[in-house]
């Protein structure tokens, strides 16, 4: 009797290499310090706590299909229009839905050399051709954006700070790329780490959307709010983006309580502010502390850091996450963005990030890190 054969995805899933995410955790039970997701070290807001529970009492209820309270929360603090935004869980699935709406078989979508991996997997998911332009000194290029642009370009994806580097383009950058794009391409600013960004320089694309019909920023809770597990982002867009993202986005994309929570936590900004000042502090002293280990760090923007390890002389990448899990510290590996030689290090409380800098002097010959 022959065997029977199920169904097959379409050409080209099988061929998409899944995200992976960070180690999250190490074998034993002794607790581990865990620097490889970019969370933020103060976890969510008490307000949004709080919310979280009361919103316990209505599981049982589906949630608004429009997310309007948290979408009008969104607005009220960033002064936009709430019928431009579009809420979704993570602003992954927004990225997702960005590509199912405009690309296709015969499709191009750019994104830079060591761009977000969810740029990739949507654009090959939606059986469209993924182009990848040069970076400059680990930034992403307008010029090499430009000129990867062909009459199949749909999309360009552009993270602003980008992840895993940390770096970011200026405001005239950004629009210098919207500017010379064909006007049929749609250009998507992910500003995840927007609110982490304290350059004069830089604007998170809020201006850009408002004033332009093909430019579409997307924002997440994840990071700075300190609720990722929720599942909570949003997009601000052109009105006529905002309407095809709805036509397609699921009815209840959003639960209860990541609405609840979501707008708790915008309502505490002193909170938020908190995480930002302690990340502007730490950044910069970890950064000066580090490099003078002999590491090379990539000045960042966000609330990161991308530390270069030499290859050889058993102070590789891959040695020095060994040793660190002996640590029981976690940072993350990042040779799937083409960078071998390097790990990914959230900013994490001071005891945190004094143990990292202890355990990476001992890894690198020296006697230890003085504590700050």
């Not at 009361?54 to 949630?63: E, G, K, M």
């Not at 982490?196 to 579409?216: F, H, M, Q």
């Not at 730490?282 to 950064?287: A, P, Y």
């Not at 390097?342 to 890894?363: C, H, K, P, Q």
């Amino acid at each position: 009797m022959a065997a029977t054969r199920g169904p097959r995805p379409r050409p080209g899933v099988l061929d998409i290499a899944p995200y992976v995410p960070g180690t999250s955790a190490l074998p034993g039970a002794q607790p581990a310090i865990k620097l490889s997701s970019n969370e933020t070290p103060f976890g969510p807001s008490p307000r949004a706590i709080e919310a979280y529970r009361a919103a316990i009492a209505s599981l049982s209820r589906y949630p608004d299909g429009s997310a309007r309270e948290l979408r009008e929360a969104i607005a009220k603090l960033y002064g936009l229009d709430p019928a431009r935004i579009v809420c979704g869980a993570g602003s992954d699935e927004l990225l997702n839905l960005l590509a199912t709406a405009y690309l296709g078989p015969g499709d191009e979508a750019i994104y830079s050399a060591h761009g977000f991996l969810v740029y990739k997997i949507a654009i090959l998911a939606r059986g469209a051709t993924p182009v990848v332009a040069a970076e400059t000194e680990l930034t992403a290029d307008v010029d090499a954006i430009l000129a990867c642009v062909s009459p199949r370009t749909r999309l360009v994806f552009i993270a602003n700070p980008n992840n895993p580097t940390g770096t970011y383009l200026p405001f005239d950058e950004i629009k210098r790329l919207r500017e010379d794009l064909p006007a049929d391409v749609l250009l998507v600013l992910d500003a995840a780490y927007a609110e982490y960004v304290r350059k004069n320089d830089y604007e998170s694309g809020i201006e850009l959307v408002a004033t332009s019909p093909n430019t579409v920023m997307t924002r997440t809770f994840s990071k700075l709010y300190g609720l990722a597990s929720l599942r909570i982002g949003w997009a601000y867009c052109p009105p006529s983006v905002a309407d095809a993202l709805n036509r397609i986005r699921g009815p209840f994309n959003v639960s209860g309580p990541a609405i609840a929570t979501g707008v708790a936590a915008l309502e505490d900004q002193p909170w938020a502010q908190r995480g930002v000042e302690h990340n502007e502090l730490w950044r910069g002293q970890m950064s000066e502390a580090l490099s003078r280990l002999g590491l090379g760090v990539t000045p960042s923007a966000a609330n990161f850091l991308l530390l270069h390890f030499p290859k050889g002389n058993g102070r590789s990448a891959p040695e020095a996450d060994k040793f660190l899990h002996g640590r029981r510290i976690i940072l993350r590996r990042v040779e799937e963005y083409g960078l071998p030689q390097a790990l990914r290090m959230t900013i994490g409380t001071e005891d945190e990030n004094n143990a990292v800098l202890d355990a990476l002097a001992s890894f690198m010959g020296g006697n230890g890190a003085p504590r700050r």
